[in-house]
RNA sequence: GGGGACGUAGCUCAAUUUGGUUAGAGUACCGGACUGUCGAUCCGGUGGUUGUGGGUUCGAGUCCCAUCGUCCUCGCCA
């Protein structure tokens, strides 16, 4: 092997994933690292991999450029060495071409190889599909960013706030950073807490969300603000839920719903399409929360798929069946879940469901197959003949339908019947994750009932204006209703905002 | 904070109805063979205080207690 002294002959002139068959006859400098070497004596191959693909290097003694010292360099290569390569870009002929790779009509005849660096075996396997557990991965982060699920992620991420920043910044908005090391402010979750040096004794906090710089941004007359904002919340993780995480925050002056909700949906919109390539049609639809819990029993539903909750209260009333009208005496409601073809399911898939049903409350899970003959099921005989044929018109199920009932208080049913609806929708397929169902969630009530507390708080924030500014909202507080909003997509709910209250009176 | 599950080779996992000799496999790693592989193949080998500490027992990876760690779940999350 020829040491080449020039400075940066190392330097590559090509990623390891951008060559192609037009590429052919190229000298070319590529560096990476080893993915995969295969030992075949005298012929090696060694798939080079950077953050952009992989390129085959090989090593044949009877290739153009090959030196005899490349063979004990290539046998001692290993995994996650760092190696360059200078050689000419060859064309596979048609038996060897790897049709899964974006590279792999071509492979480099290397005239020089240099080891930039040597690696230490890797704890766990660098491979797309790793099986490694979390705890190893995140140890060895370094090693986990080399797979593709990763870097892709990270990557989406970039483009996504980038476009949101973009687009911002189109209309009009104005970038600002608020302070991190803030006081503390009363806000829903508990705040982490850095020592100060200067105050002895006394701690910062960090912000749950830039609530209060805002405030004062308003105030000062910069009308449109935003900021991709670090917010900080010392509670207990969840899976879709991280201590420290990023929020768009924005702010506008002088608007309404109308204002923030097509400044949104052009944001969100022009980021899906440019990150994507995916059009998400505007206006979003909008759903008063109320007719959310209703339908989906939910206050975030994926819209990807239908089987809603439908009111069958008042032919329950009449079945004598006591669980619905005693569900129905005490003030409750009885809904059902058609399920498609669900008559398929086992009893003992059911019982599952009723499980589950039972983890949010739910005493039981009612049901009823939908036959060509008519019902069955434990619950048919409280609606015979008439009374069965009105219930499966109402719910427009066929012959082969499962019925699945809730009948407890509404908050219950809409609960066990919202979540089981998803989960049906896992079982039977029903969501295309390839889809996106945007929507606004408006008219949230304005104050929730505390057990905790015993008291009536505000569901939102304390500076949420209510729908109404003359209401009197001493009287029924869990019926008023506020101007905060939710963004919620395919059953997650994506963000969540508010007007404001500006009159000191309110 | 409550409840549950798990912890065995570098990594992913086995090890029979509370227990029975030297704790296995795949992969990684090391050595050997091999000229067209792309999960290369074939042969051989190294590798373990079974998370840690205590207990029960003639005998513990296995049973009990404690402790540490990880995950799930409920609470919490304007």
Known sequence: MTTDTTAGSW??????????????????TLNGWVAKRRDHGNLFFVDLRDRYGITQITIDPENDGFQSEMLDLAGSLGAEDVLSVRGKVVLRTADLINPNRATGAIEIFPE????????????????DDSDTSDEIKLKYRHLDLRRRPILEGLELRSRFTHALRDSLIQQDFTEVETPILTKATPEGARDYLVPSRVHHGKFYALPQSPQVFKQILMVGGLDKYFQVARCFRD????????????????EMSFVDEEDVFSVLERIV???FQKTLGYEIPTPF????????MNRYGSDKPDLRFGMELQDVGALAAESGFKVFTGALDQGGCVKALCVSKGASLSRKQIDGHTEFVKEYGAKGLAWLKVGEEGLTGPVAKFFPEAAGEQLTNLVGAQAGDLLLFGADTQAIVHRSLGELRNRLAQDFDLVDSKEFRLCWITEFPLFDWSEERQRWEPSHHPFTAPADWDADFEKEPGKQKSRAYDLVMNGWELGSGSIRIHRQDV
Do not use: N, W
Request: glycine share 4%.
């Open 112 to 127: 020089h190889l240099e080891i930039l660096s040597r690696s230490a075996t890797p704890p766990f396997i660098v491979e």
């Open 235 to 250: 509670e207990d993780l969840r899976a879709d839920r991280q201590p420290e995480f990023t929020q768009l925050d924005m």
């Open 11 to 28: 330097k590559r002139t090509h990623s390891c994933g951008e060559l192609r068959p037009e590429d052919a006859g190229q000298i070319v």
């Open 269 to 271: 919109s022009h980021a």
């Open 285 to 292: 639809r909008r759903i008063p929360y109320e007719e959310a």
